[in-house]
């Protein structure tokens, strides 16, 4: 099974400013099946990414992925108040699909 | 518009079972899977198995063989999750999501499930 492991577990930035979260995974994740999901408090996770680095055409272009083999990317290019949020990658190329264990966004 | 609304919340004695619903709208229910993940009180996002509507395979995470039973009714483009044997580590919000290809694209608003001694 792909054990995916997230980078920091907390971030602390202003708006503004660039967001870089990293997901690692022990094996190779098939075919770059890798997404990443934002969770705000309260509120069901969404689909940022997925392909590591294909977005839903109603997600922002400031939301980027890149990635390949077992190290991949989440960039937040200037961020906005709204994106602070619990970020988790997730692979779905092979079962069981598991999600990382999540990266905290927090104001500085 | 795609649409997944799952039934209320639930409170269980140790050792009963749950049973909850996620009815699916706005997409051709039989051409996606769907994906049940829960979320424990402060704590990360579990994937649990999957199902295909289609033909009704499914596809359980190890942690909950012979627990978790995962059904579809294709007449009412619903389907169940229910899972048995509760103790108090099950408390958590049960998610199902949509999935594109097996990607998990759009999300339940989720069902509380509190499990009491």
């Known amino acids: 099974e792909i054990v995916l492991t997230q980078s920091p577990g907390t971030l602390s930035l202003s708006p503004g400013e660039r967001a870089t979260l990293s997901c690692r995974a022990s094996q190779s994740v098939i075919s770059r099946y890798l997404a990443w999901h934002q969770q705000k408090p309260g509120q069901a996770p969404r689909l940022l990414i997925y392909g590591a680095s294909s977005r839903p055409t109603d997600i922002p272009d400031r939301f980027s992925g890149s990635g390949s083999g077992t190290d991949f990317t989440l960039t937040i290019s200037r961020l906005e108040p709204e994106d602070f949020a619990v970020y988790y990658c997730?692979?779905?190329?092979?079962?069981?699909?598991?999600f990382g264990q999540g990266t905290k966004l927090e104001i500085k | 518009h795609v649409q997944l609304v799952q039934s209320g919340a639930e409170v269980k004695k140790s050792g009963a079972s749950v049973k909850v619903s996620c009815k699916a709208s706005g997409y051709i229910f039989t051409n996606y899977y769907m994906h049940w993940v829960r979320q424990a009180p402060g704590q990360g996002l579990e994937w649990m198995g999957i199902i295909n509507p289609s033909g009704g395979s499914t596809n359980y995470a190890q942690k909950f063989q012979g627990r978790v039973t995962m059904t579809r009714d294709t007449s009412t483009t619903t389907v169940y999750m229910e899972l048995s044997s509760l103790r108090s580590e099950d408390t958590a919000v049960y998610y199902c999501a949509r999935g594109d290809g097996i990607v998990a694209d759009y999300w339940g608003q989720g069902t509380l499930v509190t499990v009491s001694s």
């Open positions: 997730h692979q779905y190329g092979s079962s069981p699909y598991n």
